[in-house]
């Protein structure tokens, strides 16, 4: 079913991606958007079954429109660095080529197996990585992949992005609700059907960040210096119709190099921190710019939350351009927290509030972007990363 929702405002250009990735979440039904007449006007599809949300779904849509643009500023981000020159004429989308390789199968949406041409890609921004992070004299952390809901509710993140979390549960320790789901469990073609009255409560979720867990770890301590820490994780945020490909994944690898102390510290190593950045892009051969940013906010409270970010520059995204679709991808981003983490777990710092900061590179998406910018030939591309996985690839049948 066709349906249309007109808006009350007008989405500036720069908030339409932003706009059009919150819209899958208005309603399960909802398909096939579009955004027309001078970003005015969405048109969307409804599944069988969801035509009575028509209104509903029209007015949710506008709402969204409305809370987005709230106190919205023109022209108020600002580029640290940028290299605009792509590093050759590749133009296409690589992910039909890979998959025709045998380099990527995709086992369900958001969900992507790599072969050893992507992993040894990966692993040579990891060994750039954990430079960097040795360059701050980090130490090497390792945490789960679960965390606490009580963590991530001191972190507020439950209410400020309860769309991309992912909840995990178990079936309750009773003798009865094990046999019947045994009994009657099964796939029905999209999901587990099965009775969820024998699901337990919620403990834990899927972890949606790497350095919540070393805050958690610093609860009630008085630092007697500033910490570099840094972690290698796997990280899970659910992005309804959103997670296309490799841009968007449902569970993707990130290194994190975080830092607690003085405010004075963190800023300086934050400052550092892009410099290391532009030159770890300007190795890789890459366009790419970096500049101030805001995170995806749940939209209710999206204009304060942003616009607070945006004042104070407290987020710097690394955005590479891909030129099959004239997008540009975030592959990090540099994040200052103030005090709002050392507050939050009494982590104290030279007599006052921790202030924290952190770097996250997301190693899936900076692959895509790199393929996307020098193509699949090796060859191509720059001649010391050609010969570190050469290198790499003659070790490991050696």
Same mark, same amino acid.
């Given at each position: ?327 540009? %991808? *975030? ?6 927290? =103030? ?6 777990? @009494? !982590?104290? $710092?030279?007599? /006052? ?17 790199? %393929? *996307? ?6 060859? =191509? ?6 010969? @570190? !996985?050469? $290198?790499?690839? /003659?070790?490991?049948?050696?």
């Amino acid at each position: 079913m066709n349906a249309q929702a007109d808006l009350n405002t007008t989405v500036p250009v720069e908030l339409i991606d932003e706009f059009l990735k919150r819209i899958p979440y208005v309603s399960e039904g909802i398909t096939n958007v579009r955004l027309l007449d001078g970003a005015q006007r969405v048109m969307f599809d409804l599944r069988p079954g969801f035509e009575n949300q028509r209104d509903l779904v029209a007015s949710r849509i506008s709402e969204i429109a409305d809370k987005l643009c709230l106190n919205y500023r023109p022209g108020s981000s600002r580029v640290l660095v940028k290299r605009e020159a792509l590093p050759g004429s590749y133009r296409q989308d690589p992910h039909a080529e890979l998959q025709q390789r045998g380099d990527i199968i995709a086992f369900g949406r958001g969900r992507y197996g790599f072969g050893p041409k992507l992993v040894r890609l990966i692993e040579f921004f990891e060994q750039r990585s954990r430079e960097m992070a040795a360059s701050f004299q980090a130490d090497p952390y390792n945490f789960p992949a679960l965390i606490g809901a009580d963590v991530l509710d001191t972190c507020r993140y439950l209410k400020n992005f309860p769309a991309s979390l992912n909840l995990v549960s178990h079936l309750r320790e009773d003798h009865s609700v094990l046999q019947e789901f045994s009994q009657s469990v099964r796939w029905d073609g999209e999901q587990l059907a099965y009775d969820r009255n024998g699901a337990s409560g919620v403990e834990c979720l899927l972890s949606p960040s790497v350095c919540f867990h070393w805050y958690r770890w610093l609860r009630d301590v008085e630092l007697k210096e500033p910490r570099a820490i840094t972690a290698l994780g796997k990280c899970f945020r659910y992005e309804s119709s959103n997670l296309t490909g490799l841009e968007r994944l449902w569970d993707f690898t990130m290194r994190e190099i975080v830092f607690v102390g003085p405010a004075e510290y963190v800023l300086a190593s934050r400052d550092r921190l892009v410099d290391l950045s532009a030159r770890f892009l300007d190795e890789l051969g890459m366009a790419y710019e970096i500049s101030t940013a805001t995170d995806p906010f749940f939209v209710d409270s999206y204009a304060v939350q942003a616009a607070y970010q945006q004042g104070f520059e407290l987020k710097f995204e690394l955005l590479a351009p891909l030129p099959y679709s004239g997008k540009k %991808l *975030a592959v990090g981003s540099i994040n200052y927290h =103030q005090d709002f983490f050392g507050r939050s777990f @009494a !982590i104290q $710092a030279a007599g /006052a509030p921790a202030h924290t900061g952190c770097l996250g590179f997301g190693y899936e998406r900076l692959a895509l972007a790199f %393929l *996307a910018q020098h193509g699949l030939d090796q060859k =191509q591309w720059p001649a010391a990363l050609d010969a @570190a !996985i050469t $290198a790499s690839a /003659a070790h490991d049948k050696a």
